[in-house]
């Protein structure tokens, strides 16, 4: 049976009308998931992270669902002047391999930073691309560059408080934070940020988070040198 579905877009910048594959749900199958909430899957057929970004084809603006529904005349102005004035017709809506996913997640990453897109849509993007580089194509200095660029991103989230419009609770996004700095070996940060979620008021309403995150302070603590307080 075809994994796949066409979804239907309407490119906000050219008006173009596209499709672009996606995973039917019933064949996305989890194998691991690792504990930034990577999750690898039974197939690469099956990866759903290689169809996270739609581009358009006709003017190479690059999207995903989190992206603004509406753009700016900034914005337009942008992409038209950017990306669409130096675009080439191709078509990205086929059966992906994870070269072509990955070039689909620059342009996406590409068309979020010309159009100001949010902190936390643009740590979704680099966090995702992190995962691919994990675990169909092993490469760990690209994984590291984008893992680094994702934590800054959720940072700057935090501080701007916009991952609540996106439905991501404070106790996951500190979590998700600490567990990101360990990744990158910056462990007096992860600390911090997981010493937050255990303290955390709202801590009796995701228990499992809080137990993940105590777990990790503990590995930290038991392998490093890292002075930690409890």
């Not at 007096?188 to 801590?203: C, D, L, S, W």
């Given at each position: 049976m075809d994994p796949y579905y066409s979804r239907n877009i309407s490119c906000r910048n050219c008006k173009y009308e596209y499709s672009t594959l996606k995973i039917k749900s019933r064949f996305i199958r989890?194998?691991?998931?690792?504990?930034?909430?990577c999750t690898t899957y039974h197939t690469l057929e099956t990866n759903p992270l290689l169809y996270y970004v739609s581009v358009c084809p006709n003017c190479g603006y690059?999207?995903?669902?989190?992206?603004s529904s509406k753009l700016?005349?900034?914005?337009?102005?942008?992409?038209?002047?950017?990306?669409?004035?130096?675009?080439?017709?191709?078509?990205?809506g086929q059966?992906?391999?994870v070269e072509t996913a990955i070039n689909a997640y620059k342009l996406g990453i590409?068309?979020?930073?010309?159009?100001?897109?949010?902190?936390?849509?643009?740590?979704?993007?680099?966090?995702?691309?992190?995962?691919?580089?994990?675990?169909?194509?092993?490469?760990?200095n690209q994984e590291l560059r984008f893992l680094k660029l994702a934590v800054d991103q959720f940072e700057l989230s935090y501080s701007l408080g916009d991952y609540e419009e996106k439905d991501m609770s404070e106790i996951k996004l500190l979590y998700l934070i600490g567990d990101l700095h360990c990744r990158i070996d910056s462990e007096?940060?992860?600390?911090?940020?997981?010493?937050?979620?255990?303290?955390?008021?709202?801590?009796d309403k995701e228990k499992r988070l809080v137990e993940k995150a105590r777990d990790r302070w503990y590995e930290i603590r038991r392998s490093s040198k890292v002075k930690v307080s409890s």
């Open positions: 989890p194998l691991t998931h690792d504990s930034d909430f690059a999207v995903t669902e989190e992206f700016t005349k900034e914005a337009l102005l942008a992409i038209q002047t950017k990306i669409q004035k130096h675009w080439q017709f191709k078509n990205y059966q992906r391999t590409y068309s979020g930073i010309i159009t100001k897109e949010s902190p936390i849509v643009m740590a979704g993007l680099y966090l995702r691309l992190a995962w691919i580089y994990r675990t169909v194509e092993p490469s760990q007096r940060q992860a600390i911090q940020y997981f010493q937050m979620v255990i303290r955390h008021k709202h801590k």
